[in-house]
């Protein structure tokens, strides 16, 4: 029997801890709901400094939905760089999966001479920072005609090789002879993938689209290096072109943006769970 | 539970997006509604065309006076302002009598004053003398007489020119004999200074023989008007001038005065009266009635039309830099009667306002005396910005344009509108010519919206 | 047969591979090769210069700073969220009801970065709320993202973002030491310390391994704060590699680029081939 805690001081501790590390989250969705004169307290120092600091009330004296109504009703290109962020990452998320899956499948089951170092290579430029190989891929795209077009970023996104690492830890702990016996039974390599690996693999799978959904949500450097035109901004570079001179209109679209990402998070939290377990488990 | 909360959390997931869908279109609906929608034109650069009209009247090139001799009566006038009259057409009339009378009174009054008064101007005077010690029988000339050289001025008297020569020869003769007694004696100082005297004697003794050989007579000593008698009849001539003759004289101002006066009278007498016109045209003043006395202005200005038609008008000072000299116009006098591309030949600043101006026209259908317009359009050097009236909203002479200014927005091309200021010079056509507008030829303008705009606001082209 | 079996196999998953493999190569590898081959010519004619790249790199002021900077914010930051997210990894490991709590610890990771960037500047800037409150008790306002204490706010911030997952991890290598043999060395009078060290400590390696990969991984991703907080020129103590590629990008500087990143590349390759084979060893 494991000895529970007392617990109180723990749990005091504890819940400190998780009110300073919710702290940020809570009052980028706390200051949207405040009405421009309140705001104006806490963003007009930022822009203006007069010798007045910034002041923050925790909770707006007169909650408005004003903020919101001029970033969701009188600002239709808001809606156009959430489209642009959804279509980028959905697009990304949906070939990266059906590129690595079968990728890792292979990691996971093959065994050819350089499969060790095709992996070693694969998980080399995982580690690599974005501008380490961002001049490449730039003379690559722009060799290609792709610049500045939604193509630019969706590609080497989607030809990544972080989704193939994830979900071969998925796949690698799928003991070997459930495969065999599948192909043994006549099945060739597609259908021991489809109705075996997949099945097992699900978490993996899941929770590889999870983090890359968190990831690519955010991304920034990919889209400000290869992206021009403004109108195909996704929404994380539309967030940092307002300034704190259009502070109300940055809150509400940042707590606009929180949206999904903690929807997804909400609903993958058990996968992202396991897939981070999982793949730490063997290294 | 777990699985409830998951799928609860897909079915909002999916509401979110629905919801975001709807709303893009929506928003998108809503903004679109509350842009204005413009139509937009460019900056047209042009030249003023600054139509400049000025009245006046056609008159004759030349404008001929008539002066009469003041101080007449008039009997009876002919024409008046405007009469249009011939050559040699009668004017008026004078009052003879009244003409003879003062011309007799002015003879006289010459007459009188070339007896007393200084009748000559200074000039050159010659004097002319005679031997002093005669006595003025008579004299020839009077004041103002030509005589020519050699001409007898005055008869000297000559039984007591006679008397005087015989008294100097018996003078003389008794003189000889004291000086040869003088000689005779040794003393020939005395002898020689009375030889001198007898000498001295002797030419004045010539002198006046020569003067009884010609009759007694002072002539001229040169051709000319004779100024001057400084002597009388019945005076004894002394050593200065008898006379001056004058080879060129002057007469002074008063006499001339006099003598043209009497020259303008006979003049007039000469037609019975009738003073007629020097030239053809329309009589463009006339100052005399029956009744009055000339006085001393022109009594008539005829403009001769045979000298050319000219317009002539007042240029106000606004206009003024608008015309030059050299400038073709047209000139236009009612009906139909216009002429083109007639040149400016003359702008001169009258004191006061304004610039007066002619222009010669040729043209048979504008008659003299009719009242004419300039009329002409000039184009100004400067190139203006101009602009359609809609484009402008004016106030004064200040005004106000929208401008669109195109940028990259996340929706794809933006507009969004600025206001500028500027100042109307005028209008041209059916534009604003503006000045300090600042802004670039290529940038587009606001012509119509259909709200009301301003600063900073995106807009939809149409 | 069994030969022909065994080579089918090996070919059998070539078309599985293909894909990832061919894309990976066209926009990662083949580029990078290129980029390498890059690295030793100039930026516009593409003669060959030898080293030159490589030493105008190395004479960077702003390379060894930015070097400087990654190093030391990585130095810094790995081992002191290893550090803490173990400490708060065991004391969770004694409390029930861990759910909610490893709930909000890994929240922050689902933030998107830009959507904060906004609150950062709130809280920290220079004219923000959290000199309000330094200045409302008196003291004078402190710089916080202007000075050198903006290293320390960069290091705050990935920690915030990365404490979940690490938690995570910790969590369930502690979980997985077997019960039993905490309970056999309970029984042999082991307090508390003596089980920590002893026993549950070496059966983390693994876990350490994952973590320090992974935390070293997301220590680049810092850029982002950085970037979008206090611009592409920030105060120097946050000045990083990836500022100074960016600012090469944009200024076309693209031979300096590739030297420099054939550089970094190099560095960390080699790091991950140490730590391998350390931990290999070790393993074994």
Known sequence: ???KAEGLPLYIIMAVLCTAVLFPVILAVILPFQAHTELKDTLSPLVNFTGKYSRIDLLPQYPSAENFKELLVYSP??????WNSLLMVGGILLFQTLVAVPAAWAFARAEFKGRRLLFNIYVIFMLMPFQVTMLSQYLVLDGMGLMNRRLAVILPAVFSAFPVFLIYRGFADIPRDVADSARIDGANEWQVLRYIGLPLGKSGILACVVISFLDLWNMVEQPLTFLRDKALYPLSLYLPTLGADRGELLLASAAVTLIPAVFVFVIGQEELERGIIASALKE | ????????????????????????????????????VVTTTGIKSESIAHRVEVGGTIEAEKQTPVFIAEGLRVSEVFVKQGSKIGKGAHLLRLDEDYLASVTADAEKELEEFMEKGDAYADGDRTPVFTESGLRVSQICVKKGDSVYAGQPLIRLDTDYLYRKISDMEGEL???????????EAEDSRSADALSKQIDEKQRELDRYNSIWDNGGTVYSSCGGVVTDILIKAGDITMEQAVALVSSSPELSGEAERLRRRIDALKKAAEHMGYINSPAGGIITEAALRAGDLTADGAAFIISDESSGKVFTGIVPDEEVEYLKV????????????????????????KGGDGCRIEVPVESDDIKLGDMAELVTTKLSDERYDCLPFETVTAEGDKGKVFYITESEGF???????????????????????????????????????????AEGMKVRPE | MINRYAIKRKYRY????????????????LPFADSVRRSFCTAVTGDLVGVNNYKAVFGNEAFGLAVKNTAVFTAVCIPLLIGISFFIAYGLSRVKHIRLIKSVLLFPMAVPTAALVLIWQILFGDSGWINHIITSHGHGAVSFLGSSK?????????????????????LTGIMGVSTSVIDAAKVDGANERQVLFRIILPELKPALYTITIISFLNSFKVFREAYLVAGAYPHKSIYLLQHLFNNWFVNMDLDKMAAAAVVVFSVIFAAAVLLQRVWDRKEV
């Open chain 1, 1 to 3: 029997m494991r000895k």
């Open chain 1, 77 to 82: 290109e808001f809606y156009r760089v959430f």
């Open chain 2, 1 to 36: 539970m777990k699985e409830n909360m998951k799928s609860r959390a897909v079915k909002l997931f999916g509401i979110f997006l629905g919801a975001m869908l709807i709303m893009t279109i929506v928003s998108r609906m809503i903004v679109t509604q509350k842009m204005p």
């Open chain 2, 173 to 183: 003769d008794s003189q000889r004999l004291t000086r040869d007694g003088m000689y």
């Open chain 2, 326 to 349: 050299g400038d073709k116009v047209s000139i236009s006098a009612g009906g139909n009667a216009r002429a083109k591309d007639q040149k400016i030949s003359l702008m001169t600043r």
């Open chain 2, 411 to 453: 929706l794809g091309k933006e507009y969004t509108v600025h206001s500028a200021s500027c100042r109307i010079k005028e209008e041209t056509g059916n534009m604003y010519a503006l000045t300090d507008l600042g802004l670039t030829p290529e940038t587009i303008i606001v012509r119509t919206s259909s709200k009301k705009l």
């Open chain 3, 14 to 29: 070539l078309p599985f591979l293909l894909p990832s493999a061919a894309g990976v190569a066209v926009f990662t590898f």
């Open chain 3, 150 to 170: 903006a290293f320390w706010v960069l290091v705050g911030s990935y920690i915030w973002k990365n404490l979940g997952y690490t938690v995570l991890l910790w």
